[in-house]
């Protein structure tokens, strides 16, 4: 089992900056690729960003290349998501996911363990 705990939305204007956390207890860290996934109000849950067991590969969803940033401490079993320039549209939901596995995935269906997750809301 791993219990995966968010932190760091809220609510700002657009252009503003956001840093999410994800606090992972429990099963080792870094045997898991961790991935952030969104949900906007009336919308299905879409995937933002993966990351590797070692932190070396990334993955995003086209709308947040070149904004959002997710990176991983291991000694901190932690995993974040640095979010700039951000828009109205980003606002939702934000959940951070585990797999126990060796590549990161887009799909929330290959995901095992999830967070509570965190509201995110941009004003314009």
């Known amino acids: 089992q791993v219990q995966l705990v968010e932190s760091g939305g809220g609510l700002v204007q657009a252009g503003d900056s956001l840093r999410l956390s994800c606090a992972a207890s429990?099963?080792?860290?870094?045997?898991?690729?961790m991935g952030w996934f969104r949900q906007g109000s009336g919308k299905e849950r879409e995937f933002v960003a993966g990351?590797?067991?070692?932190?070396?590969?990334?993955l995003y969803v086209d709308s947040v290349k070149g904004r959002f940033t997710i990176s991983r401490d291991n000694a901190k079993n932690t995993v974040y998501l640095q979010m700039n320039s951000l828009k109205p549209e980003d606002t939702a939901v934000y959940y951070c996911?585990?797999?126990?596995?060796?590549?990161?995935?887009?799909?929330?269906?290959?995901?095992?363990?999830w967070g509570q997750g965190t509201q995110v809301t941009v004003s314009s």
């Open positions: 996911a585990a797999r126990p596995s060796l590549f990161t995935s887009m799909s929330s269906h290959e995901y095992d363990y």
């Open positions: 990351i590797s067991r070692g932190g070396g590969s990334t």
């Open positions: 429990g099963r080792t860290f870094s045997a898991f690729v």
